[in-house]
């Protein structure tokens, strides 16, 4: 009786979980986090997001971890054991000037990194736990210019993860940390090809001392929509098999 009331109070616990809005303060000023803490959790896994970067989550009515970051944090399984924060942006990292390379300046701007760096090091001090990174599609392009910026940033976290990312993601600095490039292998979006991802994968390993490793999304479908949003860019309905590839290359660091 006593662990069907405890399956019941973890599954409510789950489905609805307490997201603390949280303003990592940032030269005279702040970046919006949103933290989910997961009991007894390993680690923290910190998400840029793609797109424009900036969703106003910190706006919102008790967030909820959405996308691959659900599933990691419902599961009951290893993928459970982390902390998740999201860095959202008060303003978009998208800029509108055509070409693509332009488009991303935001991203690769010091204030942007400076940003990630002050976020790192407050969940670190928070949690004392280590800092994972996660980035999805222009997130992907943040990552890389974390590591761009100084060979000395990625002794700040534990491990990377680039998934669905830009085709102008390049990571230009020797590297001794472990990194997961996954990519779903029918990714209909042309600013993230499949066929870059690979060539992301062959560069960073050929200048890591540390493990590298490909996951490949193979389920899923499209949806109709803009293919940059949405469909197998975005692993629609194969979530969780993007979730259990994050999952076994977390596990694998632990």
Same mark, same amino acid.
Request: no cysteine.
């Given at each position: 009786?006593?662990? @069907? &009331? !405890?399956?019941?109070f973890c599954t409510l616990y789950w489905l609805n979980a307490q997201a603390d809005i949280i303003l990592v *303060?940032?030269?005279g000023s702040a970046t919006p986090t949103v933290y989910w803490e997961k009991p007894e959790s390993k680690g923290v896994l910190i998400f840029m997001p793609g797109g424009s970067g900036s969703f106003n989550l910190t706006k919102k009515s008790n967030p909820q971890p959405f996308w691959v970051l659900r599933s990691l944090f419902q599961s009951t399984t290893p993928k459970g054991d982390f902390d998740l924060v999201v860095m959202d942006s008060d303003s978009t990292l998208e800029g509108n000037f055509?070409? *693509? &390379?332009f488009r991303l300046a935001a991203r690769r701007s010091s204030d942007h990194i400076d940003r990630m760096k002050s976020t790192i090091e407050f969940y670190k001090k928070?949690?004392?736990? *280590?800092?994972? !990174?996660?980035?999805? $599609?222009n997130g992907a392009v $943040?990552? @890389? =210019?974390f590591l761009n910026q100084s060979p000395g940033n990625q002794k700040m976290v534990a491990g990377l993860i680039? $998934?669905?990312s830009r085709n102008e993601t390049e990571v230009k600095q020797s590297l001794d940390i472990p990194i997961l490039v996954m990519h779903h292998q029918n990714d209909p979006n042309r600013w993230t090809r499949f066929p870059d @991802? =690979?060539?992301l994968f062959d560069k960073v390993k050929n200048s890591n001392q540390s493990s590298t490793v490909m996951s490949i999304v193979k389920g899923g479908q499209d949806e109709g929509g803009d293919p940059s949003h949405s469909g197998r860019h975005m692993y629609a309905g194969a979530v969780d098999e993007a979730a259990g590839l994050v999952d076994n290359f977390l596990s694998s660091l632990k």
């Open positions: 009786m006593k662990k @069907a &009331w !405890l399956f019941i *303060p940032f030269q055509g070409d *693509p &390379w928070k949690t004392q736990k *280590p800092v994972y !990174l996660i980035g999805h $599609s $943040s990552i @890389a =210019e680039f $998934s669905g @991802a =690979e060539k």
